[in-house]
């Protein structure tokens, strides 16, 4: 079965912890993305990588950090400098059109509901 | 800064009724457009996607119409269903940009 994973499916941090979100594809896809969604709210993109080794920054980096060691793996990093980081945070991957050079649909994860105690 | 501009907020319909979404986007270079579903707690799902070359795409119950001279595009839910009250999200590549979401009720 292929697909994206991420774990755990809820995840609860004490003031002052940094925590891991893990995010896992099986698709072979090149570019893999973490967004962050507030209740009632849209998607806000928070870093996205299109190679192994290399990221960018999306509209909202500041308190997260990634790592892309592995084409299959993107975790995301809450450190304690994100101040409000309860959300549900969505992982989603995409493949590159060679047509094109862009990327077209993107697939997302179950995601993963992180609360702040 | 908001690239693609998604309304209404949220919509009610009644069953058997049609559901319309409306999008539109400022950056010309946008050549894919796909929507997704989310349901709550869940994590969206491509529902159906679109390029500028053609005006139309049906799958199902779903159309959706494409304006590019307007550039405008929008999702129609054809005899919509309780079962397909959920967000909807359009959205516009490259530079991966997602409208603001619009939640959708179908009252049975």
């Known amino acids: 079965d292929g697909g994206i994973t991420q774990s755990p499916k809820y995840l609860f941090r004490k003031e002052g912890q940094n925590v891991t979100l893990s995010c896992e594809q099986n698709?072979?896809?090149?570019?893999m993305y973490w967004y962050r969604q507030d209740p009632g709210q849209g998607l806000r993109l928070i870093y996205y990588s299109q190679i192994v080794n290399d990221f960018q920054k999306g509209d909202i980096a500041e308190g997260y950090s990634v790592s892309r060691e592995k084409k299959e793996s993107f975790p995301l990093t809450v450190t304690s400098a994100q101040k409000n980081p309860t959300a549900f945070y969505l992982c989603?991957?995409?493949?590159?059109?060679?047509?094109?050079?862009?990327?077209?649909?993107?697939?997302f994860g179950p995601g993963t509901r992180l609360t702040v105690l | 800064q908001q690239q693609v501009k998604q309304s209404p907020q949220s919509l009610i319909v009644q069953k058997g009724g049609i559901s319309i979404i409306n999008c539109a986007y400022e950056n010309t270079a946008f050549d894919y457009f796909p929507w997704y579903q989310q349901f709550p707690g869940k994590g969206p799902a491509l529902l159906i996607a679109i390029r500028p070359d053609v005006s139309e795409k049906k799958e199902g119950r779903f159309t959706i119409s494409f304006n590019k001279s307007a550039k405008q595009f929008s999702l129609h839910i054809m005899d919509s269903q309780p079962g397909d009250s959920a967000t909807y999200f359009c959205a516009a590549t490259p530079d991966v940009r997602f409208g603001a979401g619009t939640r959708l009720t179908v009252k049975p």
């Open positions: 698709l072979n896809h090149d570019a």
């Open positions: 989603a991957s995409s493949l590159r059109d060679r047509g094109r050079g862009f990327y077209n649909e993107q697939f």
